[in-house]
């Protein structure tokens, strides 16, 4: 079954890149290798969510946040090369989250988790988690990722 497939099964459908908020771009193929971008959790062009983690927004809003954040990395891994083609290496979740927030590998797994079921065997990859102060326009998540094409 192919990525899109699989994630028009989850009711999902890979969206448009999402346009950079500063001067880069979404992601670069170097050798056997994409380099996304941070993505945000902007759907339609808007954040789904703004605020930290642990404060305004909830663990459960971050997860939704990091799993949109996935989907943007697939699309903007999609504008390089064929899904089909990809194996997921590396995943960075920054989540901006209240200092006593410890949750972050939870809120990471909204991104790891969609990437699993999009991927299969494929999107089983290493990551960190990370909890920063603020991110760009206060988003509570951002996600970067490394896929390798096969």
Do not use: W
Request: overall charge negative; some cysteine; charged content about 15%.
């Amino acid at each position: 079954m192919s990525v899109v497939d699989r994630l028009r099964d989850l009711g999902l459908e890979v969206p448009a890149v999402p346009a950079p908020v500063a001067a880069y771009v979404p992601a670069v193929r170097s050798g056997d290798y994409v380099y996304t971008s941070g993505q945000l959790p902007m759907r339609d062009g808007q954040l789904i969510a703004t605020g930290k983690v642990g404060g305004a927004v909830t663990p459960e809003t971050g997860y939704e946040c990091a799993r949109q954040c996935a989907l943007n990395a697939i699309a903007a891994v999609g504008a390089q090369v064929d899904l089909d083609a990809v194996r997921i290496v590396k995943v960075v979740a920054f989540i901006a989250s209240t200092p006593d927030f410890t949750g972050q590998p939870g809120v990471a797994n909204g991104a790891s988790e969609l990437l699993g079921a999009a991927f299969g065997e494929l999107g089983v990859h290493a990551r960190s988690a990370v909890g920063v102060p603020v991110l760009p326009l206060d988003a509570p998540v951002e996600v970067e990722l490394i896929a390798d094409v096969r």
